[in-house]
């Protein structure tokens, strides 16, 4: 029968706390005026009886302290009492909690906005049926440096006939084509995305309407379908239902819609509106390009039960044959496998990584200065702590107190740095990262759970030192109120000043980080890329083969073009180019010079399509030779221009000026044989940080090009001259819409993306993390100055001048300063070398940014120290001295 | 002040004591606590303090009754009266009490 009677017991006060809780007070009440009435009469003075009844009773808390420990369950009751001390107590600190809440919000914001995009791109499965069998296959060339290349068009459709290892094979390109579609008399411009008909299928993705393609699709003859995506469906086509085989004219071609894709199926691209088959020829499959030009992705759905080790197995076999079958292209070409999802991620792995370390080491600086704060404020509360331990508030209780305070705070910060992320991740998206679209950052119950976790595990850590500090005072500081004992003084100063050392060594690697980075951007920026990128605006363009079938209708078309363009004010010079400089190579082939031995061949060299326009707009200088002039037209010989790379790597000790060259690495009695007649400066074809590669620049008048970028140097802001633009095309030829809109600054900075976004957050950290230092540092000196009052006050009145209080107060916080930097050093040489693939023309270990940002550390640790020493300074000695 | 080692020993006699002062009539809190003092001669150190949650103890019991009335000098106080088990227990919770100073007695005096 005991523990039924127990556990009522305990269960009792839950059930009426509040009644319990006002009974006991007024009994205890009662019983104190009844005995001190006593005292009274017995001859004492109201206080002093007051005083004799409190010490009879014992205490009023340390009872109420009994009762509640008794009954285990209570501590419900007692936890909402705590919150409610918790939140009030913040209320009368408004400067402490800020502080620490926006230090919580913004580290675990950036800590819950990492998690969510790390857990997008690399866990989060991707939205396609049974993807752990999707496998990105790709070629491989050791002769032209290729690791994860697109492949062949033949290849891919031998792989998918021979390799029974692989269920299905399909593929798309990677380069996303344009469809006309006027509306109203207004031309749009369609982003397309060319597969082949099983593309779908291989996704195991269903349309929301209609049907996806057929195998038979992909080949022209069969009819021309399409499928739509849901935002072109609504945007465009009203959501209506009956489109489903209606036939729609799409540039030139009247095109049958036969799908509408569901809503969030973005793949290959973000932002494809129409899905096309390839519609390649039959006959192409037997020629020899087919199997020399690379140009699609190939994805292969493994077979049921097979493992992708098997698969691979299987897949080198057919790879090996083909290579002995087709000697003449495939000699030295290799393939591979990965899985899908490890191919769409390749690139961002090590960025992410880095900012995610970064995050952690934000995140942890965070919580070392929090637990500064909530030191030097339990320090603050000694007295209080004391009193209550002395009154009789059992450990559990002082420690629970602490840490549901923290919790309090932990949790809200929590809150507001899911906000943050939420708000960072909608501005940044980490779109310039290339994010692909299959992997779309979801804001879920498992991210919410990361920030609890973050939450809690924030609480703990930036708890334990308080509670160490309070379960030390528990047990020796029993109401000796003020004065606080030296060696106690001493250990917290110590536990302080370590992580106050923390702090700053936390700070140098992320300082340090962003340094390096801000370097690589600044030599980035500095770089010539061998054109002038400002005031130039450029314009995408396709010109339809319907209106203009052939190369003199195209070549008459841009030359009027250029001509009207360069008559309106504001434009200096118009021209042409098939690929923007930095936006990525174009074509490459291989190719031989006239007079090479038959065994010789240049390899991988990459083509521009352009005309004098565009070298004169981007200010890119002739070094030898001539420049492509108006009359390189179709009735000239085929003329080319040459970067000085390919001068130099393929003319080493001869002038290629003259020269005959052939796309080809065997000359046939068909080849083309083009003169080369001058070389112009190296442009940067991907990045500012890679060097250019051998460039071919062929006339547009030569070679029909239907895609093309008009630039136009201006002497304004390059924006102002699109309404021209604009006018004149309209005057032109109505029905062309504009694909795309850039300034070539803008080409700039994206080819810089990566460093970019990198630098940006490292920045934001490194800020924050100095921020957080600087109110660490600041801190202790302030708390050391509180706490030797008395000893500064000795020392000013026995004569000490202001320098040496100054002196005094610097040395011991700057020494903290000076520890961090030491340890943060070692630590920076390790955590820097993260960095190394992201570097340009600086090493992960220069020495000038270590050395400038650890001065800046020190510097704000001077100045932190400095404030509070300033008050020591003027602290008056008679008051100091009584202070105590 | 450091805990008392017999803390449990005392908290048992302290019940006991309790009810043999509640037995003859019902009283407050003060009451007992003046009353206890008395009877030992205050040679019995415990805080008055800790008499109340021994009286909340033994109403959980179900061995005391509480109910709040009005004192002599016009003031409300909450006092405490035994129960039939209250009255049952302090018959063997007594016995118990003699037993084990017999024992002890007897323990000591044969060693």
């Known amino acids: ?884 | 002040m450091p805990p008392s080692p017999s803390a449990d020993v005392l908290r048992g006699t302290l019940d006991l004591l309790i009810l043999k002062t509640l037995s003859p009539q019902p009283m407050h809190g003060w009451a007992i606590a003046q009353r206890l003092e008395q009877v030992t001669a205050e040679a019995l150190q415990i805080g008055q303090g800790s008499l109340y949650p021994a009286l909340q103890r033994l109403e959980e019991k179900g061995w005391v009754e509480s109910d709040w009335r009005v004192t002599e000098q016009n003031r409300r106080a909450k006092y405490y009266e035994l129960t039939g088990a209250g009255r049952r227990a302090l018959g063997e919770e007594t016995r118990q009490w003699q037993r084990y100073v017999a024992m002890v007695e007897l323990v000591l005096r044969t060693s």
């Not at chain 1, 077979?303 to 992708?308: D, E, L, Q, R």
């Not at chain 1, 600086?365 to 508030?393: F, K, P, W």
């Not at chain 1, 080819?751 to 950290?765: C, I």
Request: net charge positive; hydrophobic share 50%; with cysteine.
């Open chain 1, 1 to 884: 029968m005991g523990w039924l009677k127990r556990w009522r017991t305990r269960l009792a006060p839950v059930a009426r706390p509040e009644h319990t809780d006002a009974e006991l007070a007024e009994e205890i009440a009662f019983h104190l005026e009844q005995e001190t009435a006593k005292f009274i009469r017995a001859g004492l003075a109201p206080d002093e009886a007051a005083r004799r009844a409190r010490m009879a009773f014992g205490t009023v808390d340390r009872f109420r302290g009994e009762v509640h420990d008794a009954r285990t369950l209570a501590w419900l009751a007692t936890l909402g009492r705590d919150l409610r001390y918790a939140v009030r107590g913040m209320g009368h600190r408004p400067g402490f909690v800020l502080a620490i809440l926006l230090t919580l919000a913004l580290s675990i914001g950036a800590s819950v906005a990492m998690f969510a995009t790390s857990r997008a791109l690399f866990f989060q499965p991707l939205p396609f049926a049974q993807a752990e069998r999707l496998h990105m296959l790709y070629e491989t060339n050791p002769e032209f440096g290729w690791t994860d290349a697109q492949a062949a068009p033949a290849n891919v459709l031998d792989w998918r006939e021979r390799v029974r290892a692989f269920e299905d094979v399909g593929a798309y390109l990677e380069f996303e084509n344009r469809a006309t579609y006027v509306q109203d008399g207004e031309p749009h411009l369609l982003k397309v995305a060319a597969v082949t008909g099983n593309f779908f299928d291989i996704l195991g993705a269903r349309p929301l309407l209609g049907r996806g393609f057929r195998w038979e699709e992909t080949w022209r003859g069969a009819s021309n379908v399409a499928v739509l995506s849901h935002a072109r469906w609504t945007a465009t086509f009203a959501s209506d239902t009956a489109i489903i085989g209606r036939s729609v004219r799409f540039g030139d071609t009247m095109v049958e819609i036969v799908g509408v894709m569901p809503r969030g199926f973005a793949f290959p691209f973000g932002g494809t509106d129409l899905w096309m088959p390839m519609g390649w020829a039959a006959e192409d499959r037997a020629q020899v390009w087919f199997r020399r030009a690379h140009f699609v992705r190939p994805i292969a759905k493994l077979a049921a039960g097979i493992t992708a080790a098997q698969a691979d197995a299987a897949f080198q076999v057919e790879v090996a044959r083909l290579r002995q079958e087709f000697p003449e292209t495939n000699r030295v070409m290799g393939a591979g496998m990965m899985p899908l999802r490890g191919f769409l991620v390749r690139t961002l792995r090590t960025p992410v990584l880095i900012l995610a370390g970064a995050v952690a080491v934000l995140l942890l600086l965070a919580c070392a200065n929090v637990a500064n704060l909530a030191l030097l404020r339990a320090l603050g509360r000694q007295h209080e702590i004391a009193l209550r331990s002395a009154l009789g508030a059992g450990r559990a209780r002082i420690v629970s107190m602490l840490l549901i305070e923290h919790a309090v705070l932990a949790l809200l910060g929590a809150a507001l740095g899911v906000a943050v992320a939420w708000v960072a991740l909608r501005l940044l998206g980490f779109s310039e990262f290339g994010v692909p679209a299959a992997t779309a950052v979801a804001f879920d119950s498992r991210v919410g759970l990361f920030a609890l976790v973050a939450a809690v595990g924030c609480a703990l850590s930036f708890s334990a030192a308080p509670v160490l500090l309070a379960l030390r005072q528990g047990r020796d500081a029993q109401l000796q109120g003020s004065e606080r004992g030296a060696a106690g003084g001493k250990r917290n100063a110590r536990l302080i000043g370590g992580l106050v050392a923390l702090e700053v060594a936390l700070a140098l690697v992320l300082v340090v980080g962003a340094g390096l980075m801000a370097k690589t951007a600044l030599r980035l920026r500095r770089v010539d890329v061998g054109f002038r990128s400002e005031q130039v605006l450029a314009v995408e363009l396709t010109v339809p083969a319907s209106r203009y079938p052939a190369l003199p209708q195209v070549t008459a078309f841009y030359d009027r073009l250029l001509a009207e363009l360069e008559a309106r004010p504001g434009i200096v010079r118009a021209g042409t180019v098939a690929n923007l400089p930095l936006a990525g190579p174009g074509w490459s082939s291989q190719f031989r010079a006239e007079g090479w031995p038959a065994d010789r061949a240049g390899l991988n060299i990459l083509h521009r399509r352009a005309d004098l326009g565009y070298f004169e707009a981007l200010g890119t200088p002739l070094v030898r030779g001539r420049h492509l002039a108006p009359s390189d037209r179709a009735d000239a010989p085929p003329a080319v221009v040459i970067n000085e790379t390919f001068a130099r790597e393929f003319f080493p000790d001869e002038d290629p000026i003259g020269r005959r060259i052939a796309y080809d690495r065997v000359a046939t009695a068909n080849s083309t044989w083009r003169e080369i007649v001058g070389i112009v400066r190296d442009q940067a074809q991907v990045s500012p940080a890679e060097p250019a590669r051998a460039e071919v620049f062929e006339s547009r008048a030569q070679d029909v090009g239907r895609n093309m970028w008009v630039v136009l140097r201006t002497d304004q802001t390059p924006m102002s001259v699109l309404p021209s633009v604009r006018e004149v095309l309209r005057a032109l030829d109505p029905l062309l819409p504009i694909a795309t809109v850039r300034t070539l600054d803008e080409v700039r900075a994206a080819s810089m993306a990566r460093e970019n976004t990198v630098l940006g957050l490292l920045t934001a950290f490194g800020g924050l993390a100095v921020v957080l230092a600087a109110v660490g540092v600041y801190a202790v000196a302030a708390q050391s100055v509180r706490q030797r009052t008395r000893e500064i006050g000795i020392r000013i009145a026995l004569g000490a001048s202001s320098g040496d209080v100054l002196r005094l107060v610097l040395i011991r916080g700057v020494a903290f300063v000076a520890l961090g930097l030491a340890a943060g050093l070692a630590l920076t040489l390790v955590a820097t070398r993260a960095l190394d693939s992201l570097l340009y023309g600086v090493e992960s270990t220069d020495t000038g940014t270590i050395a400038a940002v650890a001065a800046l550390l020190l510097v704000v640790g001077v100045v932190a120290c400095w404030i509070p020493a300033r008050w020591a300074t003027r602290l008056d000695p008679v008051r100091a001295l009584k202070l105590e």
